[in-house]
Structure formats: C-alpha cells, structure tokens
C-alpha cells in the first residue's frame, strides 16, 4: 500500500459544493480587495484563535515583517529566532532593518525553549520569534518571562492547543500562512496577524496597505499585502472544520504510537500541555538516509524539510558564521517526515509502520 506524505483533497471533497458557491458569491459582489469576505474572515479567524483582532496579509512571510515592524521592531534592533524553521522565518526579519539572532531548538520538540532563547538575547534584543513547528507549540509564556514580546510564527500550528488556548493568542502577536498545505489552506497565498493589542492591529493595518488608512495620506512606507476576497471566503468554509481536522491529525499520531513506531524511531515530543495538530508528523533516526531509502522502495512518501539551517544558509552567513547550535544540528542531521494528514488511517499508519521495521 503506497502512503502519500500529505493528503490535501480527501477532506475538501465533502465541501466543493459550499467552495463553489463561495466563490460565485465573490463574483456577484464584484468586490475582490478588502471587502465583506475579508472583513468577515478576520473577525471569524480572531474569535477562533481567541485574539482581539486579525488582519489579513498576502502570505505568511509578509505577515512575519508586518507584524515585526507594527510591534515596534526597526533598524538597529535585534530578533531572535530559531535556525531550525523554514527559510521565511528569518527572512522577514532584514527588511524591518533588524538583525536576526540565531537562537537553539529542543531536538525533541523542535521548538525553541526559555533557556535556548535566553542564551541568544542581549540589550539590544526587540522581540523573539516563537516558531510552532510542525505544529507543536512552543512555550511561549515562559519565553515572555523573560521580559521580551514574542511574535508567534503559527504558520504550521492552525488547530493546536496549549493548556486550553490557541496559537494567535499566546504571545504579542502571531502569524499565519494560508499555502495550501497548511492546516487551514486556502487555494493560493495568503496569510494572517493576529493580536489583542489595538495598536498593533491598527499599525498593521496601515502597512498592508502602503503605509495608509485612506489611500490618500500615506503615513509610512508600507507595503501592498493584502489577503484577497476569493481566498478568504474559501478560508471562511473551512474553518468551522478546522478543529475536526485537527482532531484527525492528532489520532494519526495515537494511530503511528499504537503501531509500535516508538519502538523504531524517535516520535516527536509535545511541548508541556500542548496538543499538537500534526501540520507535519516529523521522526528522528540516527541512520535517516537508510530510513528515506528504505519508505521509497516502500512507496511512502517522505521528506527532509531542513537539512541546512537556516544560518547556515549562504544567504545568513553575515549573521550565522561561528554559531553553534547542537539541539538544531542534531534535529537537521536526524529528521524525517512522515506521512501526515486528517484522514490517515491505522492501516495506513500501520503500513509505514512496516517500512520503517523492515529498514532493520
């Protein structure tokens, strides 16, 4: 039985018919830009995550920059974030004019803890980017003891819980991606900052629209990151299900437990009171690439998300040369994921279960 890594089309199948007309009531209104549907979408995404406010941006990347710079972050600050993430995370950090700061991960959840943040921050530290990876959450209340803001980047973490709240509430303000393979995907780009900070929200506000409230008077230089009218009322279809898929993606992980994978390989460790929905389901292996060859023959999909870290790359290397960070080497060097979806089964699980016994 082939396993595919993702399943992106079983859950949405039940739902063409309500996506289909949500579009159709987009093209009636003849609004595409800021218009009823994302007005609607963010008021319905803030109650869900339990924040204040939302405002929808044109991606996740753009979220992260927006969001850092309507906290307060600019030239001569510092951001410290996590090497053990996709590219994006630090990426939006240089153009806010801050310096990224590369900061240690727990091998075990991959998710930056209080004492990994604490070694990276200095006086000139502005905020700390939390990165709930792979939809584990990251303890972000304890990294805010610590006397910075915390961004949460929840680009993968839609549908996880953290000792009864959501990412989006946790910290400062978050970020969401919308790329549709995430939890709750739309069909293109999009992204979303949440916050119960009013300030925040507003400054948000005017920079995804060039740096103005009216399109008449521009107050600074912003940018044009808008989350469409098309992609939000398919958004607004799927989020009263979000929570079931969630759901679906925490029994595959009991389904992969069950099966015995624990025995075999490293699982992934949540985070203390978290509840992860598995956005990826990500093993840990001391012999990885035996393990890759042997799901291949197996017909079981599987990928290595981040073999070169984030500081690592060519493009860092101003601000990554000399760190040394072992918890987020090991997690490059060992990590694989696995197939993860709302609707994986106990035989499919079962069956991958059996690859990775028979890699010996």
């Known amino acids: 039985m082939a396993v595919p890594l993702f399943d992106t089309s079983t859950s949405l199948a039940p739902l063409r018919e309500e996506l289909r007309a949500a579009v159709d009531r987009v093209?009636?209104?003849?609004?595409?830009?800021?218009?009823?549907?994302?007005?609607?979408?963010?008021?319905?995404?803030?109650?869900?995550?339990g924040a204040a406010h939302a405002v929808g941006v044109a991606n996740g990347t753009d979220a992260i920059t927006i969001a850092l710079r309507a906290m307060g972050v600019?030239?001569?600050?510092?951001?410290?974030?996590?090497?053990?993430?996709?590219?994006?995370?630090?990426?939006?950090?240089?153009?806010?004019?801050?310096?990224?700061?590369?900061?240690?991960?727990?091998?075990?959840?991959?998710?930056?803890?209080?004492?990994?943040?604490?070694?990276?921050?200095?006086?000139?530290?502005?905020?700390?980017?939390a990165v709930h990876l792979f939809g584990n959450v990251a303890p972000v209340a304890e990294i805010e003891a610590l006397g910075v803001p915390v961004l949460e980047d929840a680009?993968?973490?839609?549908?996880?819980?953290?000792?009864?709240?959501?990412?989006?509430?946790?910290?400062?303000?978050?970020?969401?991606?919308?790329?549709?393979?995430?939890?709750?995907?739309?069909?293109?780009?999009?992204?979303?900052?949440?916050?119960?900070?009013?300030?925040?929200?507003?400054?948000?506000?005017?920079?995804?629209?060039?740096?103005?409230?009216?399109?008449?008077?521009?107050?600074?230089?912003?940018?044009?990151?808008?989350?469409?009218?098309?992609?939000?009322a398919i958004l607004r279809v799927q989020l009263p299900y979000l929570d079931s898929w969630a759901d679906g993606r925490r029994r595959a992980g009991q389904h992969y437990e069950q099966a015995g994978l624990g025995e075999l390989l490293r699982l992934p460790r949540p985070v203390e009171g978290a509840a992860?929905?598995?956005?990826?389901?990500?093993?840990?292996?001391?012999?990885?690439?035996?393990?890759?060859?042997?799901?291949a023959a197996a017909g079981i999909g599987h990928k290595a998300y981040y073999r070169?870290?984030?500081?690592?790359?060519?493009?860092?290397?101003?601000?990554?040369?000399?760190?040394?960070?072992?918890?987020?080497?090991?997690?490059?060097?060992?990590?694989?994921?696995?197939?993860?979806?709302p609707v994986l089964t106990q035989a499919q699980a079962e069956e991958v279960v059996r690859a990775v016994r028979n890699a010996g």
């Open 27 to 49: 093209l009636d209104s003849e609004r595409y830009i800021l218009g009823g549907e994302v007005h609607a979408f963010e008021q319905e995404f803030a109650a869900y995550c």
């Open 74 to 129: 600019g030239p001569g600050d510092e951001v410290v974030v996590p090497s053990f993430t996709f590219y994006a995370s630090a990426e939006a950090i240089p153009p806010t004019g801050a310096t990224p700061v590369f900061c240690d991960i727990d091998p075990d959840t991959y998710c930056v803890t209080a004492d990994t943040v604490r070694a990276s921050l200095t006086p000139r530290t502005k905020a700390v980017i």
């Open 155 to 232: 680009a993968q973490a839609a549908g996880s819980r953290s000792l009864g709240m959501r990412p989006g509430a946790l910290g400062a303000a978050a970020t969401f991606s919308f790329f549709p393979s995430k939890n709750l995907g739309c069909f293109g780009d999009g992204g979303m900052i949440t916050t119960s900070d009013e300030q925040i929200a507003e400054r948000a506000r005017t920079l995804r629209f060039h740096g103005s409230h009216d399109k008449v008077t521009y107050e600074q230089v912003g940018y044009n990151s808008r989350l469409d009218e098309l992609q939000a």
């Open 276 to 295: 992860p929905a598995w956005h990826l389901y990500v093993v840990s292996h001391p012999q990885v690439e035996h393990l890759e060859s042997a799901l």
């Open 308 to 341: 070169t870290p984030v500081h690592r790359q060519a493009s860092m290397h101003d601000w990554g040369a000399g760190i040394e960070l072992p918890g987020t080497e090991e997690a490059a060097r060992t990590h694989l994921a696995i197939p993860m979806s």
